[in-house]
């Protein structure tokens, strides 16, 4: 446990890919949508929608990929253990920490949005319809877990990479692709879609919420196997 | 007593490449042990699969008593400074800070010290730093980590002489103070030479040589003279080595040579010289794959 803080302190000692480079994208990006908002407003004060939000979710799967290619081969000359290492990463570091505080800073400043009728232009930057609508705990939440599964992404994709380089990272990302589409041929093949349809219409957030825990979940696991045969 | 180091049967076979080959090895503890031998010799994959970095393919190791692969207990009591450390994106100061926080026994006193011998740069990061400074870097961590098991891989790469020089000091006084058991290779072997109480010597995989480094000191003479003479005074010794350039010759002939062998080669006109240990492991590590077994009984 101690040495699982420790890995945690570690890793946030590069404020660059764990604290800065989030945050500056996310301002970057939301600079960008406001400037372009303000010269092209919605028409008659409509709401405008943009996706940009999940600029900070892309960031943060290389976060999740940098705090393991970076980071791994200096912790395990220091004695430190694939095990501990994931585990302080994933659990303290990442997981909670990060993806707890930066959860709450997506959700107050989808607040502030709110507040300032979309920072005057009724621009919903912060407020994603359907995901990030509900009562700010549900957001809070929401944004949480989906911040938590972008990082044990990328984290397993930064141990596929420094385990089998390129050539393994190309075959993971491949690997992914194709269950994807194995699973939508089952679902075609078994005549299922209307069922599948039905179950995503009436899925709630909080529903949804709970799927993502799960995948990350599943993610963790994942990156755990095989960081144990991970070598420096 | 246990050993502080422990290998049996250790084999580690890359693709097509064997680079470990069924090394054994015991390792005291309290002790300085050179691991030397050529490039690509096996020196580095026995450190990392001791470490655990890096996997057996056959065989076992322990480190103090229980296999070190994942083993927290272990791990926690031993440091690895690679000469091929891929460092974070830190500065010198945050490198060594963070170091401190994994090691029970870590000295602050002793790594401010050193940081400020070497010369370091406390605020530049550790990648822009040449590759002298980055071994420094990890020779600092390596001793202040005060860690029972201290492994230096390479730890003179690209430094300069005052360093090199400061490094052996202070690896001695603190070995005093603070017996640990330490196993270190190096290419530059005459200049560790001192520090070493034992030598062991890696070649293809193999260890070809394992001694006490006092037993070593005299285990082969250079015998140079007319080549007449010369091959008078070698015939029936075993010889490693011979050169010859018109009439002179030199020979090196192993095993210690006691007063009856020195007078005769003094009425022979000979002249004698005793291998250091460098040319000890040229010779062992150097020689064709043929006959490495017979030269470890030096």
Redesign the interface.
Known sequence: MKTWLSVARYQLTDRNVFVIQPWVVLALDFLIILVIVAQYPGRHGQAVYVGALAGIYVVLIVTGALSIARQLPFALALGVSRRSFYAGTALLALALAVAAVYGLGLTVLQLIERGTGGWGLNLHFFRVPYLLAGPWYLSWLTSFVGLALMLAWGMWFGIVYRRWNLAGLLSFIAVQVLAVVAVLLIIGGAHAWHGVSRFFTTLTIGGLTGLLALLTVALLAGGYATVRRLTV | MTPAISAAGLTRRYRGQLALDHVSLDIEPGSITGLLGRNGAGKTTFM?IV?????ASAGRVTVLGASPV???TV????????ED??????RVR??V???S???PNWSHDLADALLGEFNLPLNRKVKKLSRGMRSAVGNV?GLA?R?EVTLFDEPYAGLDPVSRQLFYDRLLAEYAEHPRTVLLSTHLIDEAAGLFERVVVIDRGRIVLNTAADDLRGAATSVSGPAIAVAEFTAGRPVWDRRRIATQESAVVAGTLDETDRARAAALHLHLEPLTLQQVVVQVAGAPAASPQERTSA
Do not use: C, K, T
């Open positions: 990392r470490a655990g970095h890096e996997f994942e083993n927290e791990l926690r009591q031993m440091v690895f400074v690679r450390q891929s460092y974070p994106d830190l945050q490198v800070q963070a170091a926080w994994f090691y961590i980590a860690a």
